[in-house]
């Protein structure tokens, strides 16, 4: 029973550098959604999806990109990183049920130097 | 964009002590949710709370969703070690059935 898993759980990027945070759920969770967490702060939405095919942008989502090809798997896409993308990277996942807690993966800890 | 105004920041407390916490919003929610977070690991939800006045306990723990819809708390009584972590509270806004606005977080240690 794996629920939400999140790959790497840490990484390290120079200045320009790009990657995929990966983030995959076995609930058959429709809806999913990547937070990021700053050192003694609650977490900001960045994106979110209600289905496969579908995307849209939560509150900080400059810099950040994502698709929803499966309804598993929504990888966040970092372009060109910049050090205030140094952050935790937490993935969650939900029913559709507009009652449905959110369920966490475990985050990836990004640093951009 | 929207917040939630969570306090107290940190508490350090005794163990066997009670605890409470509480969350504030100027916007109507219809969905009150506590989480706890352990160091390295993600949020694990606590209580859910859908209905204006609803109290809802989960073991030592207990929850409200204010009459208002814009507040809610959480007491933990006979705190002990393992109650240690950052407590978060996240609501939802009527009409976004997709998305969660969370609370700044509440540190809590417990010393023996």
């Known amino acids: 029973n794996a629920g939400v898993t999140q790959t790497p759980k840490f990484r390290i990027l120079k200045i320009g550098q790009s990657m995929t945070l990966q983030c995959t759920q076995d609930?058959?969770?429709?809806?999913m959604y990547w937070y990021r967490q700053d050192p003694g702060m609650g977490l900001k939405l960045i994106y979110y999806?209600?289905?496969?095919?579908?995307?849209d942008k939560g509150e900080v989502p400059n810099g950040y990109n994502v698709s929803r090809s499966t309804t598993e798997d929504f990888p966040l896409r970092l372009e060109l990183a910049a050090p205030s993308q140094t952050s935790v990277y937490f993935c969650?996942?939900?029913?559709?049920?507009?009652?449905?807690?959110?369920?966490f993966g475990n985050g990836t800890r990004l640093t951009v130097t | 964009g929207q917040q939630l105004n969570q306090s107290p920041q940190s508490m350090f407390i005794q163990e066997g002590e009670d605890v409470s916490m509480n969350c504030t919003s100027s916007?109507?929610?219809?969905?009150w949710l506590w989480y706890k977070q352990d160091p390295g690991e993600g949020p694990v939800l606590l209580i859910a709370?859908?209905?204006?006045?609803e109290l809802t306990s989960n073991g030592r723990l207990t929850a409200q969703f204010g009459i208002t819809r814009k507040d809610s708390f959480l007491n933990i009584s006979a705190s002990i070690p393992s109650d240690v972590g950052i407590y978060f509270c996240?609501?939802?806004?009527?009409?976004?059935?997709?998305?969660?606005?969370f609370g700044t977080g509440t540190r809590l240690q417990v010393t023996l």
């Open positions: 969650a996942s939900s029913y559709r049920d507009r009652n449905s807690p959110l369920h």
């Open positions: 996240a609501g939802r806004l009527t009409g976004t059935a997709s998305k969660l606005t």
């Open positions: 609930m058959n969770h429709n809806y």
């Open positions: 999806s209600v289905g496969a095919g579908i995307t």
């Open positions: 916007s109507i929610f219809n969905t």
């Open positions: 709370l859908y209905k204006a006045g």
